[in-house]
């Protein structure tokens, strides 16, 4: 009944499955509100390209969703930290095999 996104897909150091990462941004209040809705939607989408390996579209998206997520600005790390991601799979891409997993190297 909370306002959540999903951060990640990742899998840790010694383990086989990966688990969904999520952050709590707010009430149901929130949930309920057509900004965050929209922000929601935008933000599934930017996932779906990036593990599909779409990164021109992945980065338009999260420029789209850095504008609906301006007011509060909660989200300017993750989505700095996707475009630092895109950027290195840009340089050295992770292969047709890649399951848009991050992989955990530490615990």
Do not use: N
């Not at 941004?25 to 939607?41: C, E, H, Y």
């Not at 992945?58 to 989200?75: G, H, P, S, T, W």
């Not at 891409?93 to 399951?99: F, Q, S």
């Amino acid at each position: 009944d909370h306002a959540a996104l999903e951060l990640d897909l990742i899998r840790v150091k010694g383990k086989t499955k990966p688990a969904r990462v999520f952050a709590l941004l707010g009430d149901s209040a929130l949930k309920t509100s057509g900004a965050f809705q929209d922000l929601q939607v935008r933000h599934q989408e930017m996932l779906a390209a990036y593990r599909a390996q779409r990164w021109v579209e992945a980065r338009a998206l999260i420029e789209e969703c850095l504008k609906l997520d301006a007011a509060q600005a909660r989200l300017t790390t993750l989505y700095a930290l996707y475009t630092a991601r895109i950027e290195a799979s840009e340089a050295s891409p992770p292969g047709a095999a890649w399951d848009g997993v991050f992989i955990a190297e530490t615990k």
